[in-house]
Nanobody, 128 residues
């Protein structure tokens, strides 16, 4: 049974940093696409960053480029390092994984429909 568990959310002030972790169980991460999405109240869930496991290629939403870093930390954990946080980064952050290997181009698109597995989310709050 595939399971994704996020951790590391919390409350910080503007300019602060947080590191989110996503631990996967029930399958191996090789050849999959992993990503982080976020959703604020009243807004659509949006893709933040993705990593093409096995190749290490990463993609970022324009709003987080040069501030966030996604990485595969080990065989079963993917992290999201968030620096220079802004109030508009406040959201529930979700880890997601594809069900099987997909082309890197699709991984980079950060389209929700490509991701079959989702975690329960971890809350990030950035105060001004």
């Amino acid at each position: 049974q595939v399971q994704l568990v996020e951790s590391g959310g919390g409350s910080v002030q503007t300019g602060g940093s947080l590191r989110l972790s996503c631990t996967a169980s029930g399958y191996g991460l090789s050849r999959y696409c992993m990503a982080w999405f976020r959703q604020s109240p009243g807004k659509e869930r949006e893709g933040v960053a993705s990593v093409y496991i096995g190749y290490g290629d990463t993609t970022y939403a324009d709003s987080v480029k040069d501030r966030f870093t996604i990485a595969r930390d080990n065989g079963s954990t993917v992290s999201l390092r968030m620096n220079s946080l802004k109030p508009e980064d406040s959201a529930m952050y979700y880890c997601a994984s594809t069900e099987a290997a997909i082309p890197e181009l699709l991984c980079a698109r950060l389209a929700r429909g490509n991701f079959a597995y989702w975690g329960q989310g971890t809350l990030v709050t950035v105060s001004s």
